[in-house]
């Protein structure tokens, strides 16, 4: 079951770990998969090599995430050798030259530095966490690693084959609708809702609340009239299963692994939405 091992980035809330839970609800056959959410793409990395799909779109809003899976697609030789570099620079002064390269601002830069920068703060940074600031500035400190993986060239590699096929773009994820049709797969991953609503106080410039997540909520239904099969992942709270509560809701166990207080990263109930069954 270990398909999930090809991600290679961490990702908040990725889920090369529910995978095994997720597994059992998958469709019996998929030719067309939509991933709207991808992240690390863990469930991307499942399907493409249990079902071969004919069709792969993956999409997401954060550019820079959907640029760096393109140059592994189309240019992987390049990006190992510029993260070969990053290493060597890192090895001579790590905390020095981990926040030169946070610093940089990506928008300057050319695609395979956009994707080896993601991928080096990402091996390097505190906990694999991507966060941006209001003003969508990288922001999280330097980790504490021995000695990081920063090449995972066996790894890259692997991962420039399976993309070989699939579409890359930045979209949002109402933009999937009209792209979707009756029989295809689309799995979303959205940015959970929060645990504890009252005391979540932190607004970014992209946060998935109450308004985001009931336009999720109508795109999820505009797709079930489309007989579009749809599968989504969220917080086991109770607006989201009163959201959802035509649609068919199980219950799965998920370590948080990524919690800024330890007793926040036990197992914790999240919820998968399922609109065929």
Request: glycine share 4%; with cysteine; net charge positive.
């Amino acid at each position: 079951m270990g398909n999930g091992g090809s991600t290679f980035i961490k990702w908040a809330g990725g889920k090369t770990q529910l995978l095994a839970q997720l597994e059992p609800l998958l469709p019996k056959k998929i030719d067309r998969y939509f991933e709207p959410f991808l992240g690390s793409g863990a469930v991307f990395f499942f399907i493409v090599q249990k079902y071969e799909p004919k069709e792969v779109l993956l999409s997401d809003t954060n550019e820079y995430l959907i640029i760096t899976y393109q140059v592994i697609k189309e240019d992987v030789t390049a990006l190992i050798k510029r993260l070969k570099q990053h290493k060597a620079e890192y090895n001579k002064d790590p905390k020095t030259y981990y926040y030169v390269v946070r610093e940089q601002n990506p928008s300057t830069l050319s695609k395979i530095d956009i994707a080896a920068r993601l991928i080096f703060l990402n091996r390097t940074c505190f906990n694999g966490l991507y966060r941006v600031n209001s003003k969508g500035k990288f922001n999280v400190p330097i980790g504490n690693y021995k000695n990081p993986d920063i090449v995972q060239e066996e790894k890259l590699l692997r991962v420039s084959k399976l993309l070989k096929k699939v579409t890359l773009k930045v979209l949002s994820f109402e933009e999937i609708v009209p792209l979707a049709k009756k029989g295809d797969f689309v799995y979303f991953d959205p940015p959970y809702y929060p645990l504890h609503r009252a005391s979540f106080t932190k607004y970014t410039k992209d946060d998935f609340l109450e308004l985001q997540q009931e336009s999720l909520k109508e795109v999820f239904d505009a797709l079930t009239t489309k007989k579009v099969l749809c599968m989504e992942s969220n917080s086991d709270t109770k607006f989201i299963r009163d959201l959802y509560k035509d649609y068919h809701i199980v219950t799965v166990r998920a370590r948080r692994l990524i919690n800024s207080q330890s007793a926040g990263r036990g197992e914790i109930n999240e919820v998968v939405i399922l609109n065929y069954p």
